[in-house]
């Protein structure tokens, strides 16, 4: 009777946690999504956004980010910093080693930047517009994505703002108990689940892909949905140097 007793709690206890899997989660912890403002407004309130709201300002893009309908994969303000050379961070992102503006400029012997707006509006715009897309679109409305199989599990091409090419998926990671250990066992994509964009810079050679993973997916402002980028993985543009030799050729 006893071991019946047992079997129903651990039996309800496993429905609950399932139950669980399907709420919002950011970074590994349930929250909110839903934001009572614009996509801009949501910018504007996070510490570690608000220089990404200024640059929209700076690009002459508020109006799209506080009328139109649209998803957009933030990145943060460390990967501006790091651009300009503000902070001494090294991420994963070999983007992190070198690329910044400053010291670039200084040793070419053009104008340094010192305040966001010493950048070509046009440059702030050209690269922001590669993480908005028409539309809202939350982590369940993408496809799976599987980059060691991608014949079988490929995500999805879609356009930015800009008419740039970036494949969205959702990995579903395998659920591992005792990992590392003889007993450990592994279910495949029975995971968490997480979002990646993969910029394309060039669609006829579809293997060069830039992914960066997704650090806190479905928030959810009034005009949009953000998703926002883990600032370790990738620099700003997905491509930094890129964007520091636009900085450098709009100042010769």
């Keep these: 009777m006893m071991e019946n007793i047992l079997k129903i709690l651990l039996a309800g206890l496993i429905f609950l946690s399932s139950c669980k899997r399907d ?4 970074d590994g912890g349930v929250a909110n999504p839903v934001f009572n403002g614009t996509v801009l407004e949501y910018l504007d309130s996070h510490p570690q956004l608000d220089t990404i709201g200024q640059l929209v300002r700076l690009a002459g893009l508020e109006d799209n980010f506080t009328a139109d309908e649209l998803t957009f994969f933030s990145p943060s303000d460390v990967n501006i910093k790091m651009l300009i050379g503000r902070v001494n961070y090294q991420g994963t992102d070999p983007g ?6 400053n010291q670039q400029l200084y040793n070419l012997g053009l104008d340094t930047i010192q305040t966001l707006a010493d950048v070509d509006s046009a440059i702030w715009r050209k690269y922001l517009e590669r993480y908005m897309f028409h539309g809202k679109h939350t982590l369940s409305d993408y496809p799976q994505i599987d980059f060691s199989v991608l014949n079988t599990f490929g995500g999805q091409n ?5 008419n740039t090419v970036s494949n969205i998926g959702v990995v579903f990671h395998d659920a591992v108990t005792d990992e590392g250990k003889p007993t450990e066992s592994r279910l495949k994509y029975m995971g968490y689940r997480q979002l990646y964009i993969s910029y394309i810079p060039n669609v006829s050679i579809p293997e060069n892909w830039i992914d960066t ?10 005009n949009g949905v953000v998703h926002v980028l883990d600032f370790t993985k990738r620099g700003f543009g997905f491509d930094p140097q ?3 030799d636009d900085i450098i050729q709009s100042k010769r």
């Design 158 to 162: 879609y356009y930015a703002y800009n």
């Design 23 to 26: 709420d919002y989660y950011v």
């Design 213 to 222: 993973p997704v650090a806190s997916s479905d928030i959810q402002p009034s």
């Design 242 to 244: 890129e964007v520091i």
């Design 96 to 101: 992190w080693m070198g690329n910044r503006a």
